[in-house]
């Protein structure tokens, strides 16, 4: 193999299905009130909702440290003879994951080779150019081929999020631009986006039907372009605490778009900073299609 393929949990695939996908996955971490830190595949959403909801211990995140980062590049190139290790990341607009990754590069300096990627995405809009980065490694692909198929994947991604609360993602410095909205916050409901690798606000609307209706407008005209563009889309709706709304959500995005919308939970480090309640949309364009 010439080329490997490393991500963080943040990109919400599971351990099989990045197994298969021949990517290895390095978890970030959740702190619980302060005193137990925990790998994020350590710890379910239902158990961050669970924490969230209760408000007795604090909740926080943080990124792998450039150590653990060094440590599974050794083993991704012991176990694979890859001559190349290409790290997608997290936006680093909102962790600080990229940088111990580049730290953990310079590490390795004459030793392994790794090309640092950051998505300026989250979730599975990170994800599924995660997996196209893997086809391209395993078609053959050198390292800059494999980088440029995530970073052209990534960038033409479009994630949508609803939150009930802007409250998580203030306490978790994790706000962005959205923290304009934070003064109106009890007259809106968020509807937010990441743009430019940071959180910015998407429409200010005053009940939750209205966002979540925004939400699939929106959607539906980002798979719209992407046809009219000649290209595959693949479609996700991200939930946590919220798998009956989600369903009805892909249920209308399949309506609107004929397309199969993947549904999965979040990952526990991103609930942390969304809460529970949070839905969200991936519209992923992928490649032009063949003619014919």
């Known amino acids: 193999m010439r080329v490997a393929v490393v991500t963080d949990t943040t990109a919400c695939l599971g351990p099989d299905r990045a197994e298969e996908a021949g990517v290895s996955v390095v978890p970030l971490h959740v702190h619980v009130g302060g005193t137990r830190s925990v790998p994020a595949r350590e710890i379910t ?44 990341h997290l936006s680093a607009g909102v962790s600080g994951t990229v940088e111990a990754a580049e730290l953990a590069r310079d590490e390795l300096a004459g030793e392994v080779t790794v090309e640092v990627v950051d998505s300026r995405v989250i979730g599975l809009a990170m994800g599924y150019a995660v997996l196209a980065g893997a086809r391209a490694a395993a078609a053959g692909g050198d390292a800059q081929e494999v980088a440029d198929v995530v970073r052209a994947r990534s960038a033409a991604s479009r994630t949508w999020f609803y939150v009930d609360t802007l409250d998580h993602l203030r306490r978790g410095g994790r706000i962005g ?116």
């Open 45 to 88: 959403p239902g158990e961050v909702v669970d924490i969230l909801a209760d408000g007795k211990q604090r909740a926080s995140t943080s990124r792998p440290s450039p150590g653990e980062l060094a440590e599974v590049y050794r083993r991704v190139a012991a176990e694979t003879g890859c001559s190349t290790i290409v790290s997608v």
């Open 177 to 292: 631009r959205a923290a304009a909205l934070v003064g109106t916050a009890l007259a809106i409901k968020p509807l937010l986006t990441l743009r430019d690798g940071e959180v910015h606000p998407a429409a200010k609307v005053r009940t939750r039907a209205k966002a979540l209706a925004r939400l699939v407008e929106l959607a539906v005209e980002a798979v719209e372009g992407a046809r009219a563009e000649g290209r595959t889309v693949e479609l996700a709706v991200h939930q946590l605490a919220a798998a009956e709304a989600a369903a009805e959500l892909a249920g209308e995005l399949a309506e609107r778009t004929g397309l199969t919308a993947e549904i999965a939970e979040l990952d526990p480090v991103v609930g942390v900073h969304t809460g529970p309640g949070t839905l969200g949309v991936v519209v992923a364009p992928g490649e032009v299609r063949s003619p014919g």
